[in-house]
């Protein structure tokens, strides 16, 4: 089950470290249909073994991630979003997140649109990067980088 589950929720989650949980999809969080927002939360060494060892959201869970630091997490990606989620990273850290070569560590897939916005985020040192289908990636503010990433 992993970590976190929200099924149709907006929970308000502040201060955590999410570690060392494992699922099917979803690891440390998986969100169906939930608006949570989660600040200064590191997620950390969760595991999946089909989508979003790190997080997975899911059939229009429009999420609000502040301050989140993602590291360690393996398999199926780090962030899975799918199904018209329209999550929004701000000050996002993600280093040291392995996957399969074949996910990414933010990952948005969908079958009409999808949408995730990343401000102020640092994506370095991973496996992997960003992979879109079928989706949107807007950036904001001044930095977004993105290094290192095989």
């Known amino acids: 089950m992993g970590g976190i589950r929200c099924i149709n929720s907006s929970p308000i989650l502040t201060n955590l470290i999410i570690k060392e949980n494992s699922s099917h999809r979803g690891g ?3 969100c169906n249909n939930s608006s949570p927002t989660l ?12 989508d979003g060892s790190g997080m997975f959201l899911y059939n229009s869970s429009n999420s609000t991630l502040s301050n989140l ?6 398999g199926g990606g780090t962030v899975h979003i799918n199904f ?38 640092l994506i370095s040192d991973n496996t992997t990067g960003i992979y879109l289908s079928n989706s949107e990636l807007q950036k904001n503010g001044s930095r977004l980088i993105i290094s290192s990433n095989p």
């Open 28 to 30: 440390g969080v998986s």
């Open 39 to 50: 600040s200064d939360v590191m997620i950390h060494n969760n595991s999946a073994q089909h």
């Open 69 to 74: 630091h993602f590291n360690s997490n393996t």
């Open 84 to 121: 018209t989620s329209y999550p929004i990273f701000e000050n996002c850290v993600f280093i040291g997140n392995g996957t399969d070569q074949s996910d990414a560590v933010i990952k948005v897939t969908s079958n009409g649109s999808g949408f995730v916005n990343l401000t102020e985020c």
